[in-house]
């Protein structure tokens, strides 16, 4: 398998090819989702096949996403901060290292909490099937942190409407300095 070229985009390194690569998060372009915390994917215009991986940073009281189920796993690991799991109507605080893995079905949101902010790696299975499987249910739980939606729908642009409202159209940033902890 050859090695895919990388390509500067207007906001950070991307590939559009097929092959192995590396690239620094810093160096790669980011996604502002404002009330939602900034990420990056590591893709440029072809997405990875099999799964998504992205690593997420919140303010506090920032969601990762509205609470939702699908019927791809998913899988989520803390590198920074802490956060609330609202996992099946239940509340789990987390922390530095912990890992949550999400099988398929599962009703879940994460919210950061604490005084800093919080870096989540997540990895999630493509393929979620026609309809893209995903429903965001009614959470008064998650409601409580702004990570639910009023009505349920299985439509993302419902579910994040309130959430993109005041936010540009194209999303894609550069990275920030202060984003990712620094490596000693």
């Known amino acids: 398998m050859p090695e895919a070229p990388l390509r500067v985009s207007k906001n950070g390194l991307v590939t559009d090819a ?5 690239v620094n998060a810093r160096e790669s372009r980011w996604r502002d989702e404002g009330p ?5 994917t590591f893709e440029g ?3 990875f096949p099999h799964f998504g991986i992205n690593i997420s940073v919140l303010e506090p009281g920032e969601a990762i996403g509205m609470y939702h189920r699908e019927r791809a796993q998913e899988a989520f690991l803390v ?3 802490a956060c609330l799991l609202i996992v099946e109507g239940e509340e789990r605080p987390l922390e530095i290292w912990d890992f949550f893995y999400c099988p398929p079905e599962t009703e879940h ?3 950061a909490t604490g005084k800093q902010p919080a870096v989540v ?8 099937g026609v309809g893209g499987g995903i429903v965001y249910p009614v959470s ?7 990570a639910s939606v009023e ?9 994040y409407a309130k959430a993109h409202a005041g936010l540009p159209r194209s999303k894609w940033v550069k990275y920030r300095a202060g984003w990712l902890p620094d490596s000693d």
């Open 45 to 47: 215009k072809r997405r």
């Open 140 to 146: 008064d739980v998650a409601a409580r942190y702004d």
């Open 18 to 22: 097929e092959g192995w690569f590396i």
């Open 79 to 81: 590198l920074a901060g």
């Open 36 to 40: 939602l915390g900034a990420y990056c």
């Open 151 to 159: 009505r349920e729908t299985n439509k993302s642009t419902e579910a």
């Open 109 to 111: 949101a994460i919210v």
């Open 121 to 128: 790696l997540a990895v999630g299975a493509r393929g979620r």
